[in-house]
């Protein structure tokens, strides 16, 4: 996952770079068939690394119940702690893998936002994403936090650009 991160986060980074070097400004973007396909592009790329959120919960939950079977069932104590201990390792592995989906999300939400900023937030069309998204963020605000108090257009794609290098 760590050659797919850093490829996404580079392609994000370097789709915010031309926007923010192209001087786009809330009259400049264009509504319009292409720019709305790039939209929806942006959309389903949030849709998309919500479900694979949602999948990474689902496995972990089978997986630790597995693992929890077999720590109950264990016939000797070192077998236990071998298998207290790769459960322990699977639960920070499990953490990272969710952090960075919910930075993905952050990223791509900004992104889209970015993409239309006069518009209302594009997720109010889609009631059940945005209430994913929500979740994710509510179980991530350290990342809901780092976009401060800037005001600008300019300013959300700058601090989207430095937060995806």
């Known amino acids: ?11 994000t980074a370097l ?25 929806g592009t942006m959309k389903g790329l949030v849709e998309s690394y919500v479900n694979k959120y949602e999948k990474e919960e689902a496995d972990y939950k089978e997986a630790d119940e597995a693992m929890q079977n077999l720590i109950d069932n264990s ?22 893998t969710l952090k960075d989906l919910a930075g993905f999300v952050r990223t791509l939400d900004d992104t889209t936002k970015a993409l239309r900023p006069g518009d209302d937030d594009w997720k109010d069309g889609f009631p059940d994403m945005k209430t994913k ?8 605000p350290a990342l809901l936090q780092e976009e401060g108090l800037s005001s600008t257009p300019r300013q959300k794609m700058n601090k989207a650009l430095r937060a995806a290098l």
């Open 1 to 11: 996952m760590g050659f797919m991160t850093t490829s996404i986060r580079f392609s």
């Open 15 to 39: 789709l915010l770079l031309c926007v923010d070097f192209s001087g786009a400004r809330q009259h400049d973007i264009p509504v319009g068939s292409k720019s709305d396909v790039v939209v």
């Open 75 to 96: 016939a000797d104590q070192e077998a236990k702690e071998r298998a207290i201990d790769e459960k322990g390792r699977a639960k920070t592995e499990h953490e990272k």
């Open 133 to 140: 998204i929500e979740t994710i963020y509510t179980a991530y």
